[in-house]
């Protein structure tokens, strides 16, 4: 099913990626991109798309009554984001790696080489979104790509089909 196709039967993994809308904006996008493949990523899948209010409290559920809430909500519906799967050894950890701390900020001293650090600018506008973990990473690209679930449960039932004769 998906959970399989997430995990896989090999050692890589897969997280989801955003590239947000001031990475956009500000013509990061293919920077960003460069620096993913030359960590040895892949990107698997990739779609641009405009998140609305709906999609955005959804997303981020788990920050609905944080006091950056709405603040959160207007950038993230200010513009086109990318969404990526990428994959590689480690991927859930190695792209938040790539990716820098949260504060844009300080991640300019703390971490020079990061996404953030040299795209972002503070703590709201950083330019990358990555799963923090294997149970988000899985959440997530279900999330943006419910088709991959579908197809999938389509050959589960299959197999099951001929296992049962
Ligand atoms: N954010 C914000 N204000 C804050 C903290 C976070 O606007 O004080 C935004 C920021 O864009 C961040 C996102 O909310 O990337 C999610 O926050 P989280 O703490 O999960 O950081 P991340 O996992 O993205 O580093």
Redesign the pocket.
């Known amino acids: 099913d998906f959970w399989s196709w997430t995990n896989g039967n090999t050692n890589k993994e897969k997280t989801l990626a955003i590239i947000?809308p001031d990475g956009l904006l500000g013509n990061h996008t293919d920077d960003i991109k460069k620096a993913i493949l030359e960590y040895g990523f892949s990107i698997l899948k990739e779609k641009t798309i405009q998140l609305d209010e709906d999609a955005v409290t959804r997303f981020?559920a788990?920050?609905s009554s944080?006091?950056?809430f709405s603040?959160?909500m207007k950038?993230?519906t200010s513009g086109p984001v990318v969404v990526m799967i990428l994959e590689k050894e480690n991927a859930i950890a190695d792209w938040?790696a790539l990716?820098g701390?949260?504060?844009a900020s300080k991640a300019k001293s703390t971490h020079p080489h990061s996404i953030r650090a040299m795209c972002g600018l503070d703590?709201?506008?950083?330019c990358?979104?990555?799963s923090?973990s294997l149970t988000s990473a899985q959440r997530e690209m279900s999330f943006f790509f419910r088709e991959l679930s579908a197809v999938k449960l389509e050959d589960t039932w299959g197999m099951f089909g001929n296992s049962e004769g």
Not at 123 to 126: L, S
């Open positions: 947000k981020y788990e920050h944080k006091n950056f603040s959160l950038y993230m938040r990716m701390p949260t504060d703590i709201q506008r950083n990358v979104h990555g923090d």
